[in-house]
C-alpha cells in the first residue's frame, strides 16, 4: 500500500486548480443511465471512486469512453443489458447504490446490494427505498440484497423526508424525472450538488424546479435525451485547500471554487483570523503571520458546516488559540481522526459527539494511519504544519476523493512525496 512522506515547511504559495465534485459526479454518472441518448460530462474528476463508478455503468450495458487523465467522459445507455450490482460493487463503493432509481426508472426493475455501514457509521438507506415505495415500486431486501420492481413504471409522490438526506433526495430525483405524473419531495436536501444535479437532469430533458431549496418539483417525462454538462467545482476540495492554506500561514489562489457554496467554511475561517477573498474566478485564502484563533464549529445539512470538512477543520484548530468545540451531528462515528492528530501532538478529547480540541504550540511528525477520505486529508494538513517528517500510511483513502493531491500541494511549495507500498 502507498504511504505518503510529508515535511513540514512553511507557507503554501501558489494557485490550485479546483476540480469537478466527486459527490457531484457520482450521481451524475448515475443518471446517464436514464438517458436514452450520450450524457458528456466535461470537468470529470480522475478518481478512484469516479471510475469505478464507470467500471460499474459499463457493465450494467453503459457505453463508458472516458481515456485516462482525461476530464470528458462520454456515457450512452442505448440500452441497459444487466440490472444487477453485486455486493462487491456496492461494498467498495457506496455510491454505487445510486444505480438502484434509475435502473428502476428505466427497465422497471433492478436488484442491488445493500451497501452496509461503513467507517464513519451505520449509514443506512431506509428513506432511499420508502421514496420508491411511494412512488409504488415493490421492494423486498433478501440475501442482503434490494429487488426492486415497478413493471408499470413508477408513479410520481409527495415524498416528505422525515430528516434532511442528501443521498436520499438525490436518489428519489433520479428515480422520479421517468414517473407519470408529479413528483414533490419535501425537507429535502439543499447541498449544491442537487442543485447541480438537477441542472444535468434538465439538461437532457427532466423538468425539475426548486433543486437547492427544501421543496423540489419534479414533472415526469416519458424519457430522457442526451447533452452536454460541465460538473461543479468541488467544494469540499477546495475547502480542504483553503484550510491547509490557513493552517501553514500561506496566500492560496484557488482557482474555479465557488464562495456561494462555502459561506458556513468562509465564515469559520475569518473568526479563526483568515482572510477571504472572493472574486469571480476563485477564492484567496491568506493569513499574513496572524495568529489562529479558537472558534467552534456544529456540522449541519448545507448551509450548515459540512460533515467533509469536519476532520479537516479540527486539524487547523489543533494549531489556533484557545479551545474549540467541533460537534459532529451528520455520522456517529466521524471522529477517527482525533487519535491520530493525537498522535502528532495535537491535544482533542472526544465526548461522544463532541470534540475538545485544546491548540497547541505546535505538533510534530509521525507515523499516522487514515481510515475515511476526509480523515487522511485532515492527517495531511496536520503534516504540513508539524515539525520534522510524517507518514500518512493508507493512502488508497486518498485517492478516492483527491484529485493529484500531491501535484497541486507540491506546486505550492509543500515537501510531499509519494512512497510505494513495497518501499
Ligand atoms: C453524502 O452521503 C456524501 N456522499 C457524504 O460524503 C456526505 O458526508 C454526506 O452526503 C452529508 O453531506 C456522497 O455524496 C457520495 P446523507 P449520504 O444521506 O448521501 C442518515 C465523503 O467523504 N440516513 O445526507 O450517504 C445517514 O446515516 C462522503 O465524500 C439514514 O438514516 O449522506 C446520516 O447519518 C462521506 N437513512 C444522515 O442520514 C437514509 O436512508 C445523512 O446522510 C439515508 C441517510
Redesign the pocket.
Known sequence: MDRLSILGNGPLEGRIPISGA??SA?KLMAAALLCEQPLVLTGMPNLADTRFMARLLQSLGVNVEWPTGEALCRMHAESVTSTIAPYDLVRKM??TFNVLGPLLARVGHATVSLPGGCA?????????LKAFEAMGADIVIEEGYVKAAALRGLKGAHIVFP??????TEHAMLAAVLAQGETILENA?C?P?IADLANCLNTVGAKITGAGTPTIHIKGVAKLGGGRYDVIADR?EAGTYAIAAAATGGDVFLEGARGEDMGALIDSLQHAGVTVDIADKGIRIRRDGKALQAVDIDTRPHPGF???LQAQFMALMTIANGTSTIREN??ENRFMHAPELNRLGADITVRGSEAIVRGAPKLHGAQVMAT???ASVSLVIAALVAEGETMVNRVYHLDR?FERLEEKLGRCGAKIRRLDGSA
Open positions: 466527486k459527490n457520482l457506496r455510491a464513519i457509521g451505520a449509514r443506512p438507506v431506509d428513506l432511499h430528516f434532511v438526506s442528501v443521498g436520499a436536501a447541498e450538488e469540499i459540512p460533515t467533509d451528520i455520522f475515511d477520505l476526509r476523493g
